[in-house]
């Protein structure tokens, strides 16, 4: 979740991608250019795509409007030309080197095939990942997506850290500020869809880690009713949660969700640390001092508002989330882009003794014996990527499947054009098989390439049916509740795409029966 595109973007180097020619489908064939409800917008073209970026969706969450509901946008004239806007406010970072000051940030990015339709098509709306403190929609260039899987694709920026996330005795909407920005740009799909050719009654909101978090919690937010008809969860769950020392050393067990009540204490000390008593004095401090303590305020707030009445993990397991089909699945080696957190490993045993405790280590260690790896640190990665990702998933995918169709997966290419030697299937190494992270095109085997059509023709033809099945590729059948079956994707030189058991492969089984509350999505141990 943090630091996934240290790798991608640097080698991208964020670069600009195509030539500024502009069109959609549904505007002015001539000049490229398409109305929204807001003013005129030119496209670029990228491939076979037509890409439109920085389209603002809210107005600046600036002055008075720093932590407030996004409000509506102010109309323009002439024709905003193609440009990414200012990514949110965040610290330095791969994706945002120089990291941002920039409150004016709210902006998302379309990009809708070239060739004419007939029909409208499906619409995928991407919440981007980062920790919810940092990332931005328009490192995802999504013209491969939108041309070879027909369908009009939206990523989005959303307020992240202390200016999406924070709370204040009294501030309503309080930790949940970067989800309102979430559903306001679903709710400008909706609006402007056609537009763009774009079928509004038929939206896909689809996100990795902290976006898959987010998914998942917009699938449990009263708030969200009607805004998509589909929810594609990569990496990221309501149940997702961390035990002891597990992903960084020293860190206690924690999840994205919070009572908002800790975050409004929180929020209260830390403005008393800026000598501010009033919500009207922490709106006048300038939104440098705010970044440098942006990674105070990254969870979710539960309880204080209709946005997230209850946390994610509770609500999900008690079927209160919306009806629609879900795409859920993970990495198999996600957690091996934690492991250089813990230096050079070679106690593996004091690492688990650290995360479950003297009396819970012994069956650990004799359930993943350092005998059966290669190395202290790959016993590690398989004990904090079962744990921590793979059954906190499995969990959710058994809730949601009593009462909607969900199809599980494991992306498994051990080899990534983005990973680094030995690194594995880890975090976010999924991504450059279905976008262009930072514009740029990651060079992959013809193995690869046939993957990369194959997982955008799944992750497509379920935008446009709620069925990810179709030519060209292994049948995908939605999973049972007691046992999570689905599919795991890998080039056809490491063994193809096959089913797995999801819940036998991570041994989730066994985390169950050491810690119930934790891997279903209850208080973390």
Known sequence: MAKKMLAIVAAAGLAAAGTLVGGAGAGDAAEHVVRTDAGRVAARSVGDALVYDGIPYAAPPTGAL???????????????????????????????????VAEDCLYLNVSTPAAFSTKPRAVVVWIPGGGFFSGAGSSYEASKFAARGDVVVVTVN???????????????????????????????VQRNARAFGGDPRNITVAGE????????????????????????MQSGSCAFNWADNSQYPGQTADSPWVPVSR????????????????????RGLKADILVDDLLQFTQIGYGGSPVVPLSPAKALRAGLFHR?????????????????????????????????????APAVLRHYPQTSYESPAAAWGAVTTDRIWSCTQVAADQQAARKVPVYAYEFADKHSPIAAPGLGAAHAMELPYLFRLGG????????????????????????????????????????????????????????GIKRVNLTTEHQCGFWTGLSTPAISGGRPE
């Open 158 to 188: 959303y307020r992240l850290g202390i200016f999406g996330f924070f709370g204040y005795p009294g501030l309503p909407g309080s930790g949940t500020f970067g989800l309102q920005d979430q559903q306001a740009a679903m709710r400008w």
């Open 440 to 495: 740029y095109d990651f060079p992959m085997s013809d193995t690869q390439q046939r993957l990369s059509n194959q997982m955008i023709d799944y992750w497509t033809a379920f935008a446009r049916t709620g069925n990810p099945n179709g030519l060209d590729r292994p049948q995908w059948s939605p999973t049972g509740v007691r046992t999570v079956n689905g599919l795991s994707l890998a080039p056809t030189d490491q063994g």
């Open 324 to 360: 629609v089909p879900i795409i859920s699945g993970n990495n198999h080696d996600e957690a091996n882009g934690w492991l250089a957190a813990f230096g050079d490993i070679k106690d593996y045993p004091a690492l688990v003794r650290n995360m479950v405790g003297a009396q819970k």
């Open 263 to 282: 975050t409004q204490a929180n929020g209260k000390e830390w403005a008393a640390g800026k000598n501010c008593t009033t919500i009207e004095c922490l």
């Open 209 to 232: 880690s902290a976006g898959g978090m987010s998914v998942c919690a917009q699938l449990t937010s009263p708030t969200a009713s009607g805004l998509f008809a589909k929810a594609i």
């Open 66 to 100: 720093r932590w407030k509901a996004p409000q509506p946008v102010q109309p323009w004239s002439g024709v905003r030309e193609s440009k990414v806007g200012s990514v949110c406010a965040q610290q330095p970072n791969s994706e945002a080197p120089d990291g941002s």
